[in-house]
């Protein structure tokens, strides 16, 4: 089991509402990751670091930001929630590799949070 | 445009039977391919990774096949269990940059009824 934690993992809130997605790792890994997740569909990458004060945007856009001021703590927030971001958050964490090498750099899920916006 | 491409969506055998799962990308330059298990309301699990030179990698009854040439992975499960029932997802992660970048699939629903 990955130390990669996520809190809360269940959340339904009211549309307006400001929320704050938190994950923290304790592997000391470098870079860090959020991903959304429909039912039934592929992980999309939404936001990423490379280390602390290093965050960007991913490949699906997101309303989202995130901060990175520790190594191991990487929280999303929502300013405004609204029913389009139910969804499922996946946090990830994995240690930096070299561009261009092959090389493993497993990427650590964490357990993830169901967001429901009404 | 990189893509992995899963089949079957779907997939429901008997406990005690085995199966075999597909995975088809088109991710280059390719690095590495991994699947994943995941469970219905958690994160994914490792349970194999591949880079190129290795065409076979198992972890207990989980079995993980590569064929960089066709571009083509297959993840064989044998003696299935009620606790293999999950998503299994094949991700493939790109060599061209730094990041790292990793393409997933829709993934595989398997369900092992007793």
């Known amino acids: 089991e990955a130390d990669i934690y996520q809190t809360p993992r269940y959340l339904v809130i009211g549309t307006g509402k400001k929320i704050t997605l938190e994950c923290s790792q304790t592997m000391g890994h470098d870079k860090m990751y959020w991903y959304q997740q429909d039912p039934g569909m592929e992980l999309h990458l939404i936001h990423y670091s490379y280390g602390v004060n290093s965050t960007e945007k991913g490949d699906l856009s997101s309303e989202s930001t995130v901060s990175r001021i520790r190594t191991e703590h990487f929280p999303l927030t929502l300013e405004s929630a609204r029913p389009s971001h139910t969804s499922q958050y996946l946090c990830?964490?994995?240690?930096?590799?070299?561009?261009?090498?092959?090389?493993?750099?497993?990427?650590?899920f964490g357990p993830g949070t169901r967001l429901t916006v009404l | 445009k990189n893509q992995v491409e899963q089949s079957p969506q779907s997939l429901i055998i008997l406990e005690g039977k085995n199966c075999t799962l597909q995975c088809n990308y088109t991710v280059s330059p390719f690095s590495n391919l991994r699947w994943y298990k995941q469970d219905t309301g958690r994160g994914p699990v490792s349970l194999t990774i591949m880079t190129f030179s290795e065409n076979t990698k198992s972890n207990g009854r989980y079995t993980a096949t590569l064929d960089a040439d066709t571009k083509q992975s297959s993840l064989h499960i044998t003696a299935s269990q009620l606790s293999d029932s999950a998503s299994y997802i094949c991700v493939v992660k790109d060599r061209g940059s730094t990041l790292g970048r990793l393409y997933f699939g829709r993934g595989t629903q398997l369900t092992v009824w007793p």
């Open positions: 990830a964490s994995s240690e930096r590799g070299l561009a261009g090498v092959s090389s493993y750099n497993e990427q650590f």
